[in-house]
C-alpha cells in the first residue's frame, strides 16, 4: 500500500499545514504549487493519494482530477476548496473524487477522510492481487504427472501443506520449483494471503536486503521515502526463495536471524519489527558443494531443510512426456485461441528419446514454437527444433528420402554414432574406458568410433591418452 500524497495548493499556508496532519499518520507528502507542476511530478513518482486545491490559476483542480484519473486511475483524489457548494461537490465526486472537503478545514475531518482512503485502497490493492492468482490459475494439479517419483512429489506436497515448517526443493533448472513451492501455499491455511517469490541470485548484497527487509528514508542514496520489503507484505503467507545458493555468506548470516528470531530489521533503522512469514526456499543440485565449501552456512541449511522435496529431472519420467504435451497444447489453446493441435506418435517418440536438460520448461518452449509454426492439424518432426543442436530425430525417416535404402541406413547409423559416444563420453568426463564400460563395448571399438567421426574428447587425461595407440 502507498502511503505517500501530493499536495497540490497554490497556498503555501496550506500545502505545510496539510503536510503536518499527514505526516503525524506516517504518510510521506510531496508538493506542488500548481496543477502542471503535479502532474510533472507524477509523470516521475508514483502517489496513492493526491489532495488538490479546487481554484487554482490556469488549469483548476476539476481538470487535474479528470487527468489523473484517466492516466493514473487507481490514485486516490481528495478536493479541497474554499469554495463548497453542492454543484461543485456533485461535479467533483462524478468526475472521480474519492472525496470532497471544504476550507477552513478540521484535524479530524483530513484523518477520518485519510483513513477511510488509505483502507479502500489497501482493499482494491488486495482485490486487483487476488484476481491476477486466479488468472494464473496455480494449483496443486497444474503439476502434471504420473511417474512414481512425481507422485511421491506429490504425496509429499499434502504433507508438507498442512503444516508451516520451511521447505527446501532440490531440482535442476526448469523442473518447476517454484509451481511446487505455488501449490504447497495453495493447499496451506495461508493460501488466502500472499505468495511472493524472489530469485536470490538476481540482486546484489544490498538490494536483496532492501527487497526482503526494507528500506527507511535515507538509508543509502536515492532512498527517498520507506518503503516495505517482502517479509512485510507476505505477512501471513508464504515467501518463495529461488536459488538460495548464491546468497554470499554475509547475507546468509542476516537471513538466519531473521528465521530464528521471527523478526527483521530494515535498512537505515535498528528497530526490528516482527513478522509472520513461511519460508520455502529452492535450490539446484550444486548447493552440496557449497556446502562443502563453506560458501553456505550449514546452520542456514538446516534451517531451511526441515522438509526437502526433490524434483526428478524430465528425462527421468519420459513417461510423463505425452501427458505433458498433451497438457501444453491445451494451455496454449485455452490461453491464446490457438486452433488445437495433434502430436503424431513418431513425434512423440522423437520427443521421448530427446534427453531435455531444460526440463520441462524446454519442453514448454519446444512445444509453444511447434505449436505456432505448424500448419494442419499436426504437429510433425518438421516443427520440432531442440536447443541442443546435436540431437538429430533419426527416428524420422523424413529426413534420408531421396537416398538410396543402404546409404539412408549407413547414415543413419553415422548419426546415433557419433551422438550416442559423445553423450556418453559427458558423462564420465572423457574417459574412454569408463565410457566403453557403461556403453558395454571394448574400449577399441569405442575410440574407433571417436576416431572415425573426429569426437572431441574433452579433459582426456594422460593415461587415454599413453593408451590410445593400444587400441
Not at 218 to 237: H, K, N, S, Y
Amino acid at each position: 500500500m502507498n502511503r505517500a500524497a501530493l499536495i497540490v495548493d497554490d497556498d503555501a499556508d496550506i500545502r505545510t499545514g496539510l503536510s503536518l496532519i499527514l505526516r503525524k499518520n506516517e504518510v510521506e507528502c510531496g508538493f506542488a504549487a500548481s496543477a502542471q507542476e503535479a502532474l510533472e511530478i507524477l509523470k516521475h513518482q508514483h502517489f496513492g493519494l493526491v489532495f488538490t486545491d479546487l481554484k487554482m490559476p490556469e488549469m483548476d483542480g476539476l481538470e487535474l482530477l479528470r487527468v489523473i484519473k484517466k492516466r493514473w486511475p487507481k490514485t486516490i483524489v481528495i478536493v479541497i476548496t474554499g469554495f463548497g457548494s453542492i454543484e461543485t461537490a456533485v461535479e467533483a465526486m462524478s468526475a472521480g473524487a474519492y472525496h470532497y472537503i471544504t476550507k477552513p478545514f478540521f484535524n479530524n475531518e483530513i484523518l477520518i477522510t485519510l483513513e477511510r482512503a488509505l483502507y479502500e485502497q489497501e482493499l482494491t490493492d488486495e482485490l486487483i492481487y487476488l484476481r491476477a492468482e486466479v488468472e494464473k490459475k496455480y494449483s496443486f494439479h497444474n503439476l502434471i504427472g504420473r511417474d512414481r517419483q512425481m507422485l511421491e512429489v506429490f504425496e509429499l506436497v499434502r504433507k508438507v501443506s498442512a503444516s508451516t515448517v520451511p521447505v527446501l526443493i532440490r531440482g535442476e533448472s526448469g523442473t518447476g520449483k517454484e509451481l511446487v513451492a505455488r501449490a504447497i501455499h495453495y493447499l496451506s491455511d495461508r493460501k488466502k494471503k500472499r505468495f511472493l517469490g524472489l530469485n536470490t541470485a538476481a540482486l546484489p548484497d544490498t538490494l536483496l536486503e532492501a527487497e526482503l527487509f526494507g528500506v527507511r528514508k535515507g538509508a543509502f542514496t536515492g532512498a527517498d521515502m520507506d518503503r516495505e520489503g517482502l517479509f512485510v507484505q507476505v505477512t501471513g503467507g508464504t515467501l518463495f526463495l529461488d536459488e538460495i545458493g548464491s546468497m554470499s555468506p554475509l547475507f546468509q548470516s542476516k537471513l538466519l536471524r531473521a528465521l530464528q528470531e521471527g523478526e527483521i530489521i530494515p535498512l537505515g533503522t535498528t528497530n526490528p519489527i516482527s513478522v509472520d512469514v513461511r519460508i520455502l526456499a529452492a535450490a539446484n543440485l550444486e548447493l552440496e558443494e557449497a556446502l562443502r565449501s563453506r560458501h553456505f552456512r550449514e546452520d542456514l541449511y538446516f534451517r531451511l531443510n526441515v522438509v526437502e522435496i526433490h524434483i526428478p529431472p524430465l528425462r527421468d519420467r519420459i513417461e510423463d512426456i505425452p501427458l505433458l504435451v498433451e497438457h501444453l497444447i491445451g494451455k496454449l489453446v485455452e490461453e491464446q485461441g490457438i486452433t488445437p493441435k495433434k502430436v503424431t506418435p513418431a513425434v512423440l517418440r522423437v520427443l521421448m528419446s530427446y534427453p531435455w536438460p531444460g526440463n520441462v520448461r524446454e519442453l514448454e518452449n519446444v512445444i509453444h514454437r511447434a505449436v505456432i509454426v505448424s500448419e494442419g492439424e499436426e504437429i510433425t518432426h518438421r516443427d520440432i527444433v531442440f536447443k541442443d543442436e546435436r540431437f538429430v530425430t533419426v527416428a524420422s525417416s523424413d529426413k534420408f528420402y531421396g537416398l538410396p535404402y543402404d546409404q539412408a541406413k549407413e547414415r543413419a547409423i553415422e548419426l546415433f554414432q557419433r551422438d550416442y559416444v559423445s553423450r556418453i563420453l559427458e558423462t564420465t568426463g572423457g574417459n574412454i574406458t569408463h565410457a566403453a564400460e557403461n556403453a558395454g563395448m571394448t574400449r577399441a571399438a569405442l575410440r574407433r568410433i571417436v576416431n572415425k567421426h573426429s569426437i572431441v574428447v574433452e579433459k582426456e587425461n594422460e593415461i587415454e591418452k599413453t593408451n590410445q595407440d593400444e587400441s
